[in-house]
């Protein structure tokens, strides 16, 4: 089994910034690719970014690329998506997701946190 908690959501104005943290535990976290995926109301759920479990490959969606960077501190058994210029259509509950494979692209796993949320405001 795998335990991930998201944590860094909150309320931020258009053009801020925000860091989302997601600290594993369980199982070897440093083994595994790790993604982050959101879901705005009324929508469906959809890929944001993952990171492989070296973390020297990176995949974002189209919406987020050149804002947001996915990274992973292994020591900490954490991974974190740091987003910049946010916009009001970044508004959505932000989850932590594995696959407990060495790469993920935008397919998740079946293990996911609870979410953070994560407001931007216009």
């Known amino acids: 089994q795998v335990q991930l908690v998201e944590s860094g959501g909150g309320l931020v104005q258009a053009g801020g910034s925000l860091r989302l943290s997601c600290a594993a535990s369980g199982r070897t976290f440093r083994n595994y690719a790790m993604g982050w995926f959101r879901q705005a109301p009324g929508k469906d759920r959809e890929f944001v970014a993952s990171?492989?479990?070296?973390?020297?490959?990176?995949y974002y969606a189209d919406s987020v690329k050149g804002r947001f960077t996915i990274s992973r501190d292994n020591a900490k058994n954490t991974v974190y998506l740091q987003m910049y210029s946010l916009k009001p259509e970044d508004t959505a509950v932000y989850y932590c997701?594995?696959?407990?494979?060495?790469?993920?692209?935008?397919?998740?796993?079946?293990?996911w946190g609870q979410g953070t949320q994560v407001t931007v405001s216009s």
């Open positions: 997701n594995t696959n407990l494979r060495t790469q993920m692209s935008g397919t998740p796993g079946e293990y």
């Open positions: 990171i492989s479990w070296t973390g020297t490959s990176t």
